[in-house]
């Protein structure tokens, strides 16, 4: 190949560059124009809507599932919002809590669970779910680079990280499942008489989860745990970790050992896990890590309670 094709082939592949740098600024200004008018659905608009009201708030739950599901923030104050999303765990929230208003007095509940602290295989790549606000919120860009979940490429090119979103936002977008001005985050679980059947059968199986006697603290979950701690203290934020209920669980020392790490740790954290335990009425669940609406009532009125939480 002599030297003018090289010249070329350069000049294509400069050419090329330059044109899908450009192309994919568009697209990320086309997308972020999209996402910003949705506020439904844990693909980005429910992120969105936290983020729109998290300096206006006095109560905030975080989460997963089971903080999203058990925790009627409504009944707690007119200004609180439960932003428990799947599938997320300790990297998300704090990443989250580290975007609230310094100095604003606000009352934090913090739904954490043992599976992760105690499992080798937490990574904190939950993080990934805040990817569509990359490049667009300072905190969370800075975290989500620190974390090494993000593909080098998505630095440069940055319509990569609404990869897996998109269909998602445009769905809410045509179709809004809610009006988002009257949501507070809590999606209670209301029971068909099908699911009710499968509840049934659920619950009566014997629990199959493995328990280890010898356990480690997963290094993840530790470096985000000590993170929060020092930012709960720097920011004053009034806040309380817990462990909601469970229909049963046997790995009662995953339990005592996370009771043990957070008082290490100087940390509030109280464990409902067995809140329950002794309760015959199956009602209050719908499988055997998630309670009902009927449940999760009790169960936020008694946090409420021991909170002394006036509304």
């Not at 809410?172 to 985050?185: E, F, I, L, Q, V």
Request: charged share 25%; aromatic share 10%.
């Amino acid at each position: 190949m002599n030297r003018k094709n090289i010249k070329f082939i350069v000049k294509i592949l400069a050419l090329t560059l330059v044109i899908s740098y450009v192309a994919d600024k568009l697209i990320f200004y086309a997308l972020n124009k999209l996402s910003d008018q949705v506020m439904v659905g844990q693909t980005g608009g429910k992120l969105n809507h936290f983020l729109s009201l998290k300096d206006t708030l006095d109560v905030i739950v975080f989460g997963n599932s089971r903080a999203n599901r058990h925790l009627d923030v409504s009944m707690m104050s007119e200004r609180s919002f439960n932003i428990g999303t799947d599938g997320t765990d300790i990297a998300y929230f704090t990443t989250l809590i580290k975007t609230l208003p310094e100095k604003k007095e606000q009352l934090l509940i913090i739904n954490i669970d043992t599976k992760n602290f105690f499992e080798s295989d937490y990574t904190g790549s939950d993080i990934r779910a805040l990817k569509t606000r990359f490049m667009r919120n300072e905190i969370i860009t800075d975290e989500l680079r620190a974390s090494n979940h993000i593909k080098p490429l998505q630095n440069v090119f940055y319509s990569m990280n609404y990869t897996n979103r998109v269909l998602g936002l445009l769905k809410n977008y045509a179709n809004p499942k809610y009006d988002y001005r009257t949501y507070s985050g809590y999606d209670p679980l209301v029971l068909s008489e099908t699911q009710k059947s499968i509840r049934n059968i659920i619950v009566a199986e014997p629990n199959k989860r493995i328990c280890y006697e010898t356990l480690r603290v997963n290094p993840a979950a530790l470096k985000y745990l000590k993170e929060l701690k020092t930012h709960l203290e720097e920011s004053g934020k009034t806040y309380v970790f817990i462990t909601s209920p469970m229909y049963d669980d046997p790995c009662t020392n995953y339990q005592l050992k996370l009771t043990e790490l957070m008082r290490e740790k100087e940390l509030k954290y109280w464990d409902f896990t067995n809140y329950f335990k002794n309760e015959s009425d199956i009602t209050l669940w719908k499988d055997k890590t998630h309670m009902t609406k009927k449940g999760a009532e009790r169960f936020t009125k008694m946090l409420i309670d021991s909170l002394s939480i006036k509304n």
